[in-house]
């Protein structure tokens, strides 16, 4: 089993959709979770920070269930703009280790 | 603050040639990282350091080196590059007030795409 495991999409959605995305973590003891946005041929930026009692920002929903070992992000109202790759990021306690998943690509249709 | 710096932004090497990475960050970060992405795949950690005069080897150290003799500086050395080093490097910073509290949000520089021929 991958430490990280996304599905790679692509995601194809209409504007306005709400789309849902998952990521897998495989070690129990990981500390700390965001989710990172990345345009074509960008460097990753932070999108948000993921917390035990989730987050919302805007548009944008992080939750945590530490039990499953999942995190997700939730886009609502999709805006054509949201289109990118979306980057789970899973770090171990006392930064042993950061793992990034491969991304979920998301492009959002006219 | 210019964020994380990283020169040069394209290169091509002839395989066997070395060549250096620069990557340095303005923000006083104590935490610097090196990561290769290859097409369509995650970003893999080659090496990071937790402060001037420490490094430690991530998940693809081999055929890299490293050295953190500033705060802001962290470059990246290829001896003898591979066509297999063929990649978008990307450097990045964060910051942690501790040893035991995780470090916060990283920050990129915008990449350098290496092509070995």
């Known amino acids: 089993r991958k430490e990280v495991e996304q599905d790679p999409g692509p995601f194809n959605v209409p504007e306005g959709a709400t789309v849902a995305f998952n990521c897998t973590y495989s070690n129990s003891a990981s500390q700390s979770f965001f989710w990172y946005r990345q345009d074509c041929r960008k460097e990753p930026k932070l999108l948000m920070s993921v917390y035990s009692s989730g987050n919302e920002d805007g548009r944008f929903t992080a939750q945590l269930n530490r039990a499953s070992q999942y995190i997700s992000l939730l886009i609502r109202d999709s805006k054509l703009s949201d289109s990118a790759t979306y980057l789970c990021v899973v770090m171990s306690p006392f930064y042993q280790k950061v793992t990034f998943g491969i991304g979920t690509k998301l492009q959002v249709i006219p | ?117």
């Open chain 2, 1 to 117: 603050n210019a964020g994380v710096t990283q020169t040069p932004k394209f290169r091509i090497l002839k395989i066997g040639q070395s060549m250096t990475l620069q990557c340095t960050q303005d923000m006083n970060h104590n935490y610097m990282y090196w990561y290769r992405q290859d097409p369509g795949m995650g970003l893999k950690l080659i090496y990071y350091s937790v402060g001037a005069g420490i490094t430690d080897k991530g998940e693809v150290p081999n055929g890299y080196n490293v050295s953190r003799s500033t705060t802001e500086d962290f470059p990246l050395r290829l001896e003898l590059a591979a066509p297999s080093q063929t990649s978008v490097y990307f450097c990045a910073s964060s910051y942690s007030k501790s040893p035991r509290e995780s470090p916060d949000t990283q920050y990129f520089g915008p990449g350098t795409r290496l092509t070995v021929l």
